[in-house]
Each structure stands twice: as C-alpha cells, then as structure tokens.
C-alpha cells in the first residue's frame, strides 16, 4: 500500500471519485517529464463541529489562471472545481485539519515540447495535515539562487516546473543547517521563501516585498495584508533590502502550508530579540480565529464542508 492511501481513501480525478491505489499516472506522462503543470495548496480546518475550507474559490481562480499562463486548456469552472473539492473530502469523511492539493497537467501521448495537443488531466486531494514549519519560529538563510524573474518565465503562474528553483534553494539552505531560505530577486532584493511570501515589521510599519520582486502573489499574503490593515496597521508593498530583513524589529512568512510563521534569526543573526514579535503574535492569533471561524467579519473567506 502506498504511503498515501494510509492517509486517506479517494482522489478526485478528471470528474470522478477513483480509490487511492488506482489514482496514479503513467511514467510517460508529459508533467513528469517536463513539469507541465500547475497546482494550489490549500487548507481545511476542522473546528469541533464543521471543516471549513480557507479561501477555496480563490484558490481555484488562481488555478485557472495559471493553466491559461502555461498553456494548459481546462474544461472546468471555478464552481466545479470548488464542488469536487467539498465531495472528495467529504468522500474521505475528514473531521481534522487537513491539506487540500488540487493540480492539473499535461497527460500522455508525447514528449514532444509542444503541449497544444496533449491532453489535460486535473485530480484532487486530500489528506491530513498539521504544521509545516515551526510556529514557533524559523532560522532562514538567504541563498545563493535568485529568484526566477518574471521575463524567464511567468513566475505570477504557480506552475509546477518553476518550484524547482525553490527546492534547490532549501537544500542549500537545509545543508547549512537553516529551516528555510529567503531568495532574492535577480535585482538583489528580498523575494520570497522557497514557499512562503515575506513580512517584515520596523518601527511599527510592516512592509512586504511587491509583485515586481518576482514574488508569488500568496493568497495568505492578500489575507495578512487585510487583516492587518483591519486591525489599524499600516502595511506598504515595496522593495526591501536584506539589510532591512537583518535589521527588522520582526520578520514572519506567510503561506497555505505555512500559515504565519515567525522568522527568529537571518544568517545567524537574531531578528529583534530572537523570539517572535508582538504584532506577528497578534497576526497569527487573528489568522487562528478567522481559519476557525471564530470571526464572523471573514466568514465570506470559509467554505463549510458539512
């Protein structure tokens, strides 16, 4: 039995529920080769009484914009793709926190570079999930990769051949004994991480890096930055330096696996007090309630599964 269906019974694949052990694809399939494909990360969060999954439809619209930006033809709406998701978790019968990981890509039948004529394949799934990184804090290290710029590839695409950029800057980063990495643009400023945007708070002021730092645009991003800016913070998108990461009285990352994570140290050096800070503690408090549907201004952000 695969490591997989020990986690959960059914995927979504291509418009039907299939078990686990028969949710697989051929080793000539065009993504394997080639990374012809594009996905999302997703969370489900179980409260005592219902799941409900974060920000669900716009998850899905990025989906289907990215297949667009990569050439992949989908023949699903954003609604159906949001139904499939509901019905493979409930198919699962999931009452705990879970990861939810839509992809799409390029099938079999060639490997020729030319993907016109290759068909699409989409699946679904769903498995249990609990912390990706420390939420206690990260030790980060900016790297020596940079990076991908937005003229090499459409890196606003959260396409899967473009990640492995991030996988070979976490394993220089691992290497070194860090838990993440922080890379640069190709101008020399903060990007990212190798899956996670960045905050940093000075004097007050949290600051991110902007979409022409060749970042992700992160849905949990979008959603820190209101959060923030609701509870009276002032939040600026612009270029920072690594001085600045360096120099921050806080620093924390964001993302779907990493929900808010607070950066303790950058290349050795503490950030702040080396522990993390009081508005990076306000933010995850928040973002806690909100995924839990303890606050009922964010409910519009939260899909009920049962």
């Known amino acids: ?169 976490l394993a220089e980063a691992k290497k070194e004994g860090y838990d993440e990495a922080v890379l640069l643009d190709w101008r020399g400023y903060i990007s990212e991480g190798s899956g996670e945007n960045i905050f940093i708070v000075r004097k007050g002021v949290i600051a991110t890096p902007p979409v022409t730092a060749s970042i992700l645009e992160g849905i949990t991003r979008d959603s820190v930055i209101k959060i923030a800016r609701d509870l009276g913070y002032t939040v600026e998108e612009r270029d920072i330096t690594r001085d600045e990461l360096h120099s921050a009285n806080e620093a924390f990352m964001t993302g779907t696996a990493a929900e808010i994570t607070p950066i303790v140290e950058v290349d050795g050096k503490p950030v702040g007090d080396g522990k993390p800070g009081p508005i990076t503690i306000k933010l995850q408090k928040e973002y806690g309630d909100i995924v839990m549907a303890k606050n009922k201004k964010y409910m519009e952000w939260l899909t009920p599964v049962y």
């Open 1 to 169: 039995m695969s490591v997989w269906c020990k986690k959960f019974r059914f995927a979504w694949i291509d418009g039907s529920l299939v078990e686990c052990e028969k949710a697989q694809v051929h080793v000539l399939t065009h993504a394997l080769h080639y990374g012809t494909g594009v996905f999302e990360g997703i969370r489900g969060y179980w409260n005592g009484e219902n799941l409900y999954v974060f920000r669900l439809r716009e998850h899905m619209e990025r989906m289907l914009v990215s297949a667009k930006m990569v050439g992949l033809k989908l023949d699903y709406k954003v609604e159906q793709l949001v139904d499939a998701t509901v019905e493979v978790i409930k198919a699962n019968g999931f009452k705990e926190n879970i990861y939810i990981r839509p992809i799409a890509f390029a099938g079999e039948g060639t490997i020729s570079l030319d993907i016109s004529g290759v068909p699409v394949r989409v699946a679904i799934t769903a498995f249990p999930f609990g912390h990706y990184l420390k939420p206690e804090g990260v030790r980060v290290k900016i790297v020596s990769w940079r990076r991908i710029p937005s003229f090499s590839l459409p890196i606003s695409a959260k396409a899967t051949g473009i990640y492995l950029n991030s996988v070979v800057s």
